[in-house]
């Protein structure tokens, strides 16, 4: 198998410019780079750049994935928008890490897997997945929580991910609105491999979003309330080339300001979480087998019901049966062989069904003997037994 890396990066709040551009060509003489992108795979090789140290000097989002099975995912913000405490609190060994360099903070998630089930069709999934950065600044910990559930899920495809004594590690608090997942939330948790059983015992201590946060009116109305020169300081930040910050500010604040206090339900442990997991993970596959099972016993009746149909109709014309087997083989052709073998299976099933086998027995020796010169018959029929 051949080897392959995809690395893609975004500069989201801010386009680099010349010079930059010019840096991070010296890093690759083959990536397609804009003001805002850089993409680049490789078949052979690999990249010279260090892409912690690119997201830290340049971009605000990166994407990584390997045939081999590793999928990665960095994300920049300004540091006064995503608490680095809080942001700790979800870290998991080295599968999510964060840490701080100048006015920001870089979120690193990481999914491993070596069962051979390589991607090679990365095109889009960093897009889908870049919308948790704004989730994340304007305060929804959801993508956090994700992260740090599919790095404790990675024990289940590999037993040695970490220490037993692991098992009392205390969740994150549980943030609202888990069985109502943004779709770049569901893209994030699909990338890290996030098992749906492991998510759905999550999310069931996880509270309803609350709707007047996400009221387009409700924020019209307290944008409008603002104190002017507080507008004008916004305004002149916009035109000095910091909308995106600016915006992800204001919905903080705003989301702040609506959200109501729930208090947290009770912490659970990871061990809580994937026996939980492995439990529904059974009940779900017994359910599915008992159904498929169901399912296999109706056709098998379906098929027998029309079988028997198809033998009283052939009981009524059994000569004239054996009449178009004789017509059959005397074309020689291949396609009426086994046609030939299609019916005569049926008819000895008749036999059989109405106790009298021999009569089949008789008629079929015969048949052999009258056409003993045909070896292509004579070989179907041995095949199928008859």
């Known amino acids: 198998m051949s ?7 975004l ?27 850089f993409l680049n795979e490789y078949h052979w090789g690999d990249f010279r750049g260090d892409p912690s140290r690119m997201m830290e000097r340049y971009y605000d989002a990166h994407l990584y994935l390997t045939n081999w099975g590793t999928h990665r995912i960095m994300l920049r913000l300004p540091r006064h928008l995503l608490d680095i405490d809080v942001a700790e609190d979800h870290c998991v060994g080295d599968q999510v890490t964060v840490w701080t360099t100048g006015e920001f903070l870089v979120l690193d998630m990481t999914s491993e897997d070596d069962s051979g089930d390589g991607e090679y069709d990365p095109q889009g999934r960093l897009s889908a997945i870049v919308g948790v950065r704004t989730e994340l600044a304007v305060g929804d910990l959801r993508p956090l929580y994700l992260a740090w559930l599919a790095g404790y899920g990675s024990w289940e495809r590999d037993e040695d991910a970490f220490d037993r004594d692991e098992d009392h590690e205390l969740e994150p608090p549980v943030p609202p609105g888990l069985t109502t997942l943004t779709g770049a939330q569901q893209a994030l948790a699909d990338f890290l491999r996030l098992d749906d059983d492991l998510l759905a015992i999550a999310a069931q201590a996880s509270p309803p979003l609350d709707e ?13 309330n603002l104190p002017h020169a507080e507008k004008s300081r916004l305004l002149l930040r916009v035109v000095d080339d910091h909308a995106v910050t600016v915006r992800m500010e204001m919905l903080r604040r705003f989301r702040h300001e609506h959200t109501t ?51 009283d109709e052939l009981a009524r014309t059994e000569d004239a049966a054996w009449s178009r087997v004789d017509a059959m083989i005397a074309t020689r052709k291949p396609a009426e062989y086994d046609a030939v073998i299609t019916l005569l299976t049926d008819l000895q099933a008749l036999a059989e069904r109405d106790g009298r086998p021999h009569t089949f027995t008789q008629r079929s020796m015969a048949l052999r003997q009258t056409h003993t010169r045909k070896p292509s018959l004579i070989e179907r029929l041995d095949r199928a037994g008859l």
């Open 3 to 9: 080897e392959y890396q995809y690395y893609e990066f």
């Open 11 to 37: 500069a989201v709040d801010r386009p680099l410019d010349d010079r930059q551009q010019a840096e991070v060509r010296s890093l690759s003489t083959r990536a397609s780079i804009t003001a805002t992108s």
């Open 212 to 224: 007047i946060a996400h009221d387009p009116g409700q924020l019209a109305a307290w944008v409008t």
């Open 261 to 311: 206090n729930i208090p947290d339900p009770p912490r659970r442990t990871v061990a809580d979480l994937l026996d939980g997991a492995a439990r529904r993970r059974a009940d779900r596959q017994r359910r599915e087998a008992a159904q498929r099972a169901e399912e296999q016993a109706r056709h098998e009746t379906a098929r027998a019901l029309a079988r028997e149909q198809r033998l």
